[in-house]
């Protein structure tokens, strides 16, 4: 068994157009190493890639023992004008605390 | 007025155009505020109250600003606190008369209000077909003739030389969230525009204020892991914000929701992409280095951050007309639910088309199994006892975006058996929005005051 994002962070996602960037952020110092080496770019990427995820990128920021990611066109053309039932994409979030992570022990 | 006190306070007033009242009440009467800012203008608002002011000169603004300001400027004008919002959206002209005329239905006769005008650019960019627009790749032309609106993010700049006039409210259109809290600091502290680590304090304070609650314990509670309390009293936060630069992020004392490191840090990268380099009109921010430190169950203070030279642009957000879009839902329980929901899809769409419906993009939704994040590929989702059918058709005209929803509302009698609640959403006509950026040379702000 793996350990899901879920258990080590929180996350909050946001839109700009048809791109989302969601926050993954450490619940403490405990997860904040596991998530920087196994919540990789790649691995975000193919948990949206059925959402039409173009690219994802991630920073990091140590001080808030955080990863950004954002992710271009995941959004079906954005805000104003996409025809899903969540166009900001609010629920996101939701979706990348549910990958799980390869067991650590 | 309380001028160039060491330490100016600043509250949030609002977070979105129809945020509630209620929670900016409360930091009027509780916590001796010198500023109220509200935040009330998503990317694509100033579009539609655009064409609402072609039809209605007297219109265009946020249309909670009678009730908001019935509500405040008793308050505001007892305690002294100044009030900052982008509640003008297309006419902050006509905003700024609105309120005068509340202020003096109420006897303030000598109240002011300062409009900050010339963010609508729209004529501008029509001379430039060629600028390249951000999100869709395309050259402005290609929007042209269905360009609603054109509005640069103005900076703190304006905001700063508003409350200049001596003005008690101060309302403009489109200006970046941040800039609206910056503004107020650069005017109460007199921080000049070219120093970095205060304007980089100015802008964190307002890029944690501007979405109100969401600071305080709103978009946060996942039961039983990140719990909050009293939820349903959510508070607006405010600011308390020295001279030198010292921030702290509050909210009224005992009241419900949380402030903490992490409520903080997640709205800290709230829409944020590089996190070192935050673009806003009036500097390029970085978070790194960011810290929070809890002093107390109401209280942050905010350390860390950094901030380069703005950049040489205005960022100018487009809306534009793109169609109609259709929608219904209906739903189905038991046996056979989601075969049954499978079916009444595919109805819709060829009675759709026999009847002439016309549209370029159909989505079919079921609610419960993939409507939110699709199929993800990594998870087997069960088929749920009960499944809500949505229809969604992007069309070009309303007709036919009516007709999606009427066929799924007309299921119950003429689809698979067992049809609940059917509803038709109606047609809605598409804004869409998109991004230039051009020199700040183009762009002329002005202040106009009207009353005292």
């Known amino acids: 068994m793996g350990i899901l994002v879920h258990e080590l962070a929180h996350a909050r996602s946001g839109d700009k157009g048809n791109t989302s960037n969601i926050a993954v952020i450490a619940y403490?110092?405990?997860?904040?190493?596991?998530?920087?080496?196994?919540?990789?770019?790649?691995?975000?990427?193919?948990?949206?890639?059925?959402?039409g995820a173009r690219s994802v990128k991630r920073y990091e920021v140590e001080s808030l023992k955080a990863l950004n990611f954002v992710l271009t066109d995941v959004l079906a053309g954005g805000v104003t004008r996409s025809l899903r039932l969540d166009p900001h994409g609010k629920s996101l979030s939701a979706l990348i605390l549910g990958i799980e992570l390869p067991d650590q022990s | 007025m309380r001028l160039h006190k060491d330490r100016v306070r600043i509250g949030v007033g609002a977070g979105m155009a129809d945020d509630r009242v209620?929670?900016?009440?409360?930091?009027?009467?509780?916590?001796?505020?010198?500023?109220?800012?509200?935040?009330?203008?998503?990317?694509?608002?100033?579009?539609?109250?655009?064409?609402?002011?072609?039809?209605?000169?007297?219109?265009?603004?946020?249309?909670?600003?009678?009730?908001?300001?019935?509500?405040?400027?008793?308050?505001?004008?007892?305690?002294?606190?100044?009030?900052?919002?982008?509640?003008?959206?297309?006419?902050?002209?006509?905003?700024?008369?609105?309120?005068?005329?509340?202020?003096?239905?109420?006897?303030?006769?000598?109240?002011?209000?300062?409009?900050?005008?010339?963010?609508?650019?729209?004529?501008?960019?029509?001379?430039?077909?060629?600028?390249?627009l951000n999100d869709s790749k395309l050259p402005l032309e290609t929007i042209l003739p269905r360009l609603a609106s054109a509005n640069a993010y103005l900076g703190a700049d304006?905001?700063?030389?508003?409350?200049?006039?001596?003005?008690?409210?101060?309302?403009?259109?489109?200006?970046?969230?941040?800039?609206?809290?910056?503004?107020?600091?650069?005017?109460?502290?007199?921080?000049?525009?070219?120093?970095?680590?205060?304007?980089?304090?100015?802008?964190?304070?307002?890029?944690?204020?501007?979405?109100?609650?969401?600071?305080?314990?709103?978009?946060?509670?996942?039961?039983?892991?990140?719990?909050?309390?009293?939820?349903?009293e959510l508070p607006y936060p405010f600011a308390d914000l020295s001279h030198a630069g010292e921030l702290w992020v509050g909210k009224p004392e005992g009241s419900g929701g949380r402030l903490d490191r992490m409520t903080c840090t997640e709205q800290a990268l709230y829409e944020i992409h590089d996190p070192r380099a935050y673009i806003t009109p009036d500097?390029?921010?970085?978070?790194?280095?960011?810290?929070?430190?809890?002093?107390?169950?109401?209280?942050?203070?905010?350390?860390?951050?950094?901030?380069?030279?703005?950049?040489?642009?205005?960022?100018?957000?487009?809306?534009?007309?793109?169609?109609?879009?259709?929608?219904?839902?209906?739903?189905?329980?038991?046996?056979?639910a989601l075969a049954r929901a499978k079916l009444a899809a595919q109805i819709?769409?060829?009675?759709?088309?026999?009847?002439?419906?016309?549209?370029?993009?159909?989505?079919?939704?079921f609610i419960g199994m993939n409507s939110l994040h699709g199929s993800p590929t990594h998870i087997q989702a069960a088929e749920p006892y009960e499944v809500r059918l949505r229809v969604a058709a992007r069309c070009p005209d309303r007709k036919s975006a009516n007709l999606i929803g009427d066929h799924v509302r007309q299921l119950n009698m003429q689809g698979p058996y067992g049809a609940g609640g059917p509803l038709n959403h109606g047609a809605k006509e598409i804004i869409a929005v998109d991004t230039v950026l051009i020199p700040r040379s183009w762009v002329n702000p002005e202040i106009v005051t009207v009353g005292a």
């Open chain 1, 28 to 51: 403490d110092e405990t997860g904040w190493p596991i998530l920087r080496r196994e919540l990789t770019a790649d691995r975000v990427h193919r948990a949206f890639a059925h959402l």
């Open chain 2, 22 to 132: 209620g929670p900016a009440m409360q930091l009027l009467t509780q916590c001796e505020l010198d500023y109220l800012v509200c935040e009330c203008l998503a990317e694509r608002t100033i579009a539609r109250e655009t064409l609402t002011l072609r039809k209605d000169p007297s219109k265009g603004f946020n249309p909670m600003l009678d009730e908001r300001m019935r509500s405040f400027l008793p308050i505001c004008r007892e305690k002294g606190v100044r009030i900052v919002s982008n509640m003008g959206a297309a006419n902050p002209l006509g905003a700024a008369q609105a309120t005068l005329k509340i202020g003096h239905e109420q006897g303030w006769q000598d109240l002011r209000c300062a409009a900050v005008l010339g963010d609508e650019v729209s004529a501008r960019l029509r001379q430039h077909p060629e600028l390249m």
């Open chain 2, 348 to 365: 819709v769409q060829e009675r759709f088309k026999l009847d002439g419906g016309v549209a370029s993009e159909i989505k079919v939704d």
């Open chain 2, 158 to 232: 304006v905001v700063r030389d508003a409350l200049g006039t001596g003005a008690q409210v101060v309302i403009t259109g489109r200006v970046a969230d941040p800039s609206l809290f910056l503004g107020v600091a650069l005017h109460h502290h007199r921080w000049h525009d070219d120093d970095l680590p205060r304007i980089a304090t100015g802008t964190i304070m307002g890029h944690l204020l501007e979405c109100s609650a969401q600071v305080t314990g709103g978009y946060f509670a996942d039961p039983g892991k990140k719990d909050v309390p009293r939820l349903a």
């Open chain 2, 283 to 336: 500097c390029v921010l970085s978070l790194d280095g960011l810290h929070f430190e809890e002093l107390g169950p109401d209280r942050v203070a905010v350390r860390g951050v950094s901030a380069a030279s703005r950049t040489d642009s205005y960022k100018v957000v487009v809306g534009y007309l793109d169609g109609w879009i259709g929608s219904g839902e209906v739903a189905y329980a038991g046996v056979n």
